[in-house]
């Protein structure tokens, strides 16, 4: 959410023949607790865990992270990694003793014979120590930001721990089906501020999607903007597509396209225009030209690429 901007929770009601949601606007906070990541390595082709005194030679004293060249030892021999020497102010955090710029050439060298397998669950590729962490930063495996866009939140994880943590701790609306009918209702239309909402999040083919609504100014001119998000990897999501649909009075403007992953932050795709754009004139005409309350009316499918 932009600086400034407001964070709001929508109370849906939902009708009998695909879905008809009525909002109203509540403040509500997010929740910032981190899961904790589970971390191995293997050793030739014997696992190494993290009571394997080899292992544990690889990890840093002060910050506990495995280290990577450059790797500095104190005059008795205790490691630490580069990030870390550069904070402690050339004292040995352990002895106390004088750092200096020694290199323990030797501890690079076993870190270089070692295989290492991915951290991240569900991944079981072996890579050499010094190719894990590229590795790692691209897994298809990797952990999910939270993709709840009212505020921020540090939490991570697979998908079904996201969307559990996105039901119990930000209340997010849970449905099922591939079409939605929306109702978005919001008083004084003409103030406009940078604002998010997350609607709700749809099970459409066993699949997650986050549906979006956003007011922000585009330049100099006020708009809202409805987009989905698919909780997966873009591979995944180019499988599916979306449109949505927005109108009254004889006109109406529509939006098809493809879900973004969640990899991609609320704000990048926002800040990309992909999704359906209303400017605040066009909506108000939609509303009736009522300038005390916006209604807007939002249908939309999704649907999978054969």
Same mark, same amino acid.
């Given at each position: 959410?932009?600086?400034?901007?407001?964070?709001? !929770?929508?109370?849906?009601?939902?009708?009998?023949?695909?879905?008809?949601?009525?909002?109203?606007?509540?403040?509500?906070?997010?929740n910032n607790n981190k899961p904790a990541k589970a971390t191995s390595a293997s050793f030739g082709k014997y696992a190494i865990h993290n009571s394997n005194g080899v292992y544990e030679l690889l990890e840093c004293l002060v910050c506990t992270n495995l280290m990577y060249?450059?790797?500095?030892?104190?005059?008795?021999?205790?490691?630490?990694?580069?990030?870390?020497?550069?904070?402690?102010?050339?004292?040995?955090?352990?002895?106390?003793y004088e750092l200096?710029?020694?290199?323990?050439?030797?501890?690079? !060298?076993?870190?270089?014979?070692?295989?290492?397998?991915?951290?991240?669950?569900?991944?079981?590729?072996?890579?050499?120590?010094?190719?894990?962490?590229?590795?790692?930063?691209?897994?298809?495996?990797?952990?999910?930001?939270?993709?709840?866009?009212?505020?921020?939140?540090?939490?991570?994880?697979?998908?079904p721990t996201l969307v559990d943590h996105l039901k119990d701790d930000h209340k997010v609306d849970m449905h099922s089906g591939c079409t939605f009918n929306h109702r978005y209702v919001k008083s004084n239309p003409q103030d406009v501020e940078?604002?998010?909402?997350?609607?709700?999040?749809?099970?459409?083919?066993?699949?997650?999607?986050?549906?979006?609504?956003?007011?922000?100014q585009l330049g100099t001119a006020p708009v809202y903007m409805a987009?989905?998000?698919?909780?997966?990897?873009?591979?995944?999501a180019k499988k599916f597509s979306y449109s949505l649909e927005v109108g009254a009075h004889g006109r109406k403007l529509t939006w098809q396209g493809i879900p973004r992953s969640i990899r991609d932050g609320h704000r990048k795709v926002r800040d990309s225009q992909d999704g359906l754009i209303i400017p605040r004139n066009m909506a108000l005409y939609f509303s009736g030209?009522?300038?005390?309350?916006?209604?807007?009316?939002?249908?939309?499918?999704?649907?999978?690429?054969?």
């Open positions: 959410m932009a600086p400034g901007g407001s964070t709001y !929770k929508e109370a849906l009601e939902t009708n009998s023949k695909g879905f008809d949601y009525e909002v109203k606007m509540a403040k509500t906070e997010a060249p450059p790797i500095h030892q104190c005059p008795n021999g205790h490691t630490l990694c580069s990030s870390c020497k550069q904070k402690v102010q050339n004292t040995c955090p352990t002895c106390r200096g710029n020694i290199r323990c050439l030797a501890l690079e !060298k076993v870190a270089e014979s070692l295989e290492v397998s991915c951290q991240n669950l569900g991944c079981h590729d072996i890579f050499p120590y010094y190719s894990k962490l590229k590795h790692e930063q691209h897994c298809r495996f990797r952990s999910y930001n939270c993709p709840y866009a009212g505020a921020e939140c540090s939490v991570t994880g697979d998908i940078n604002a998010t909402w997350m609607l709700t999040v749809f099970n459409c083919f066993g699949r997650q999607f986050c549906l979006h609504f956003e007011a922000f987009f989905l998000r698919f909780m997966g990897d873009e591979n995944e030209s009522d300038k005390e309350e916006l209604k807007l009316r939002v249908t939309g499918r999704i649907w999978r690429e054969e």
